[in-house]
């Protein structure tokens, strides 16, 4: 069931992510990954994500919300460090990988 969850909302993020970035934004995405409402930080995720390598400044933390206690904001997280794709985003994506696993 948790993985149906996740796939589910994964989806939601590659659809949401249709759109263009808009770089002048990027610090307040960052602020918002920092909310204590999971939608806007999820939401955050997102639009980060949509902004790819221009975002590598919020890769530490991202790689903190791969932990989050939402699982959507876990997974966007995830989702927007593998569109970053920076050696330190791939890194800590590969090892919450290994981790789960275990």
């Given at each position: 069931?948790?993985?149906?969850?996740?796939?589910?909302?994964?989806?939601?993020?590659?659809?949401?992510?249709?759109?263009?970035?808009?770089?002048?934004?990027?610090?307040?995405?960052?602020?918002?990954?920092?909310?204590?409402?999971?939608?806007?930080?999820?939401?955050?995720?997102?639009?980060?994500?949509?902004?790819?390598?221009?975002?590598?400044?919020?890769?530490?933390?991202?790689?903190?919300?791969?932990?989050?206690?939402?699982?959507g904001v876990q997974s966007?997280?995830?989702?927007?460090?593998?569109?970053?794709?920076?050696?330190?985003?791939?890194?800590?994506?590969?090892?919450?990988?290994?981790?789960?696993?275990?």
């Open positions: 069931m948790q993985l149906i969850k996740q796939f589910c909302l994964l989806s939601f993020a590659v659809l949401a992510l249709a759109g263009c970035c808009d770089e002048k934004r990027i610090p307040d995405h960052i602020q918002a990954l920092y909310s204590s409402n999971p939608r806007e930080r999820n939401q955050a995720t997102l639009d980060l994500a949509r902004c790819g390598s221009a975002a590598q400044r919020a890769v530490p933390r991202l790689i903190q919300m791969i932990y989050d206690e939402n699982v966007g997280a995830v989702y927007a460090l593998t569109r970053i794709d920076t050696t330190e985003a791939r890194a800590a994506v590969e090892a919450a990988t290994r981790a789960r696993r275990k």
